[in-house]
């Protein structure tokens, strides 16, 4: 990742990403993420029984938030194709209702639609499902970021509502 994205992970100041502590050794640098009080929502999606309306809603929220916070991560000039969308690199904090990101090593050049298909893809189960629409709905139509998290919550709207 670009030097200047890591001074902006290890200042802390961005909230959208996971917190972290870095240091450098013999290796190269460390870091090492602070993830008390978060979800992992990889582990969280794996747990989820299938079917269960709260848990899949709670799912679909944690990926809008994820497409939310990337737009937001370009904001604080991150370039896209180090923010990582690994289905094991993202994270959920429930005191704030929002995803949490990291940044990424080495570069990841595909368009953002493909890359967010393979972390639900890469959650299992329900992560499956919503993969599937989402490749449904892109197929149609370019659907980027802020499209992505409207589709979702529309989505876990419709699951509310009944319809």
Same mark, same amino acid.
């Given at each position: 990742? =670009? ?6 992970? *290890?200042? @802390? +100041?961005?909230? /959208?990403?996971? =917190? ?35 848990? /899949?809603? +709670? ?10 916070? /990337?737009? *937001? ?8 194709? /180090? ?6 690199? +993202? ?11 990291? $940044? ?6 595909? =368009?953002?639609?493909?890359? $967010?298909?393979? +972390? ?26 802020? @499209?992505?998290?409207? $589709?979702?919550?529309?989505?876990? @709207?419709?699951?509310?509502? @009944?319809?």
């Amino acid at each position: 990742m =670009p030097a200047y994205m890591r001074r902006l992970w *290890q200042s @802390g +100041l961005c909230p /959208f990403l996971v =917190p972290a502590v870095s240091y450098e050794d013999l290796m190269g640098p460390r870091i090492i993420l602070k993830t008390e009080g978060l979800i992992h929502v990889r582990d969280y999606a794996l747990s989820c029984p299938d079917g269960i309306e709260d848990s /899949f809603c +709670l799912l679909l929220e944690m990926l809008a938030s994820a497409a939310d916070g /990337f737009v *937001q991560l370009q904001r604080w000039l991150a370039d896209p194709a /180090f923010i990582s969308l690994d289905p094991g690199d +993202l994270y959920y904090d429930r005191e704030r209702t929002c995803s949490l990101l990291l $940044f990424r090593g080495a570069e990841d050049p595909r =368009p953002f639609g493909e890359r $967010f298909c393979d +972390l639900c893809s890469g959650l299992g189960g329900s992560g499956e499902l919503i993969a599937a629409r989402l490749v449904e709905v892109c197929s149609s139509r370019v659907t980027q970021e802020k @499209g992505t998290a409207a $589709f979702l919550r529309s989505w876990r @709207g419709q699951i509310r509502s @009944g319809g």
